[in-house]
């Protein structure tokens, strides 16, 4: 009977609304009843990625859509750069890799913002034109400025994750100039798992080589999805989904959603800091998806997020890589509110203290709401 709480950066919770959806009755997904959801939620994608051009859905996870741009982007022995900062710019280099590029790894030390300018010049300096970044690294809770990105590097093309950051902070593909977006259904889109989605701005076409993937083929997912159709069997029921989910963020508005994020990421913040907690991810309004919290001296994380799985149904999530053990993520992507910060940090609290953990008692949470309020301009 224990009640259980998802703040993870992904999955995230999914609104009634939107399960509901994906409980309706099979169809076939050449009909016409399947075809109209189909084209509203394409329709609906364009105007969540803000771009004109078609943005291609696949059936698999997010690392399906980074995949699927290296496979039809790059040539073998190809020289790229690929960002790293953390666990997802390492997944680019290692797809990279997997295809047979020549990587030029641009580093930057977990929980470091890569710069746009130092990006842009050592991404010339090495010969790559093409550019793989993450707008929102899961793994430290740093977003980086994609806008300033594809200003620095120029006529370079610009991949970027967006698989955490799509619908919870700002992303204009087209006005920004951005040449490719991938992202997934399980985050601030508000569906589960299995979806993949990528822009590809329109003047690549041309530029495209031969696909290296038969699923994957960009060309031949365009070329379906122009009359609406799709190349292979769609996720019928996850689309529809999306469609659900996608018209509820529509509906609120991606200025409202990007702004309740910031909000989140503020009331999170505060919480932590007034328990007496360090931050890992920055503190400021940039870090808007994910918050990264070092574990108190003497407590392990890992021992942390089990106790508050076993003891309190509350899921948060694990550091990644070398921060395993020493971070814990709390997550505030898509549906989620204050109240959703509220018990985890209520539920940190009381975790630590079971643990035996210094730390102090009965301020997070009304630290919390007092950052959540509307900021007014001086
Ligand atoms: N990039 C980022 C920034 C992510 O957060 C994730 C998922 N955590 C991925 C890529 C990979 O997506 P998936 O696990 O859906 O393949």
Redesign the pocket.
């Known amino acids: 009977m224990q009640k259980t709480y998802l703040f993870t950066?992904?999955p995230t919770p999914v609104p009634p609304e939107v399960l509901a959806a994906m409980a309706e009755p099979m169809v076939h997904h050449r009909g016409s009843d399947f075809r109209e959801v189909y084209e509203r939620c394409l329709v609906r994608l364009q105007e969540v990625y803000r771009t004109q051009s078609q943005v291609l859905l696949f059936a698999a996870?997010?690392?399906g859509a980074?995949e699927s741009a290296v496979a039809n982007l790059c040539e073998p022995g190809q020289r790229v750069a690929v960002v790293t900062a953390g666990a997802?710019g390492a997944?680019w280099a290692s797809i990279c890799e997997q295809y047979d590029l020549e990587v030029e790894r641009i580093a930057y030390e977990w929980g470091e913002t890569p710069v746009p300018e130092e990006v842009a010049a050592a991404a010339r300096e090495r010969g790559a034109e093409i550019v793989f970044c993450?707008q929102?690294?899961?793994s430290t809770g740093v977003v980086i400025d994609v806008q300033a990105m594809k200003a620095a590097v120029g006529d370079a093309v610009l991949v970027v994750?967006a698989?955490?950051s799509l619908g919870a902070v700002p992303l204009e593909t087209d006005a920004w100039g951005v040449d490719v977006v991938v992202s997934?259904s399980?985050k601030a889109l508000m569906c589960p798992?299995g979806l993949a989605m990528t822009s590809v701005a329109e003047p690549l076409w041309e530029r495209l080589p031969k696909a290296r993937s038969f699923y994957f083929d960009w060309r031949r997912a365009r070329k379906a999805q122009e009359v609406f159709d799709a190349a292979f069997t769609p996720a019928v029921s996850l689309i529809r989904g999306l469609d659900v989910a996608l018209g509820l963020l529509l509906e609120e508005g991606l200025d409202a959603a990007f702004e309740k994020h910031v909000r989140l990421g503020r009331a999170t913040r505060a919480g932590i800091k007034a328990m007496g907690l360090e931050l890992f991810s920055p503190d400021d309004d940039s870090s808007a998806v994910v918050t990264a919290v070092r574990a108190p001296e003497g407590i392990d994380a890992t021992a942390l997020l089990r106790h508050l799985r076993d003891e309190q149904g509350v899921t948060l999530a694990p550091g990644q890589g070398d921060l395993k053990g020493k971070v814990f993520r709390i997550g505030h992507i898509g549906w989620f509110d204050v109240f959703d910060i509220a018990a985890a940090l209520a539920a940190v609290e009381l975790a630590l203290t079971e643990l035996g953990a210094d730390i102090e008692r009965g301020v997070a949470v009304t630290r919390a709401f007092e950052a959540f309020e509307p900021r007014v301009a001086a």
Do not use: I, K, L, N
Request: glycine share 16%.
């Open positions: 950066p992904g996870s997010g690392t980074m997802f997944r993450t929102s690294e899961t994750d698989v955490s997934g399980q798992p």
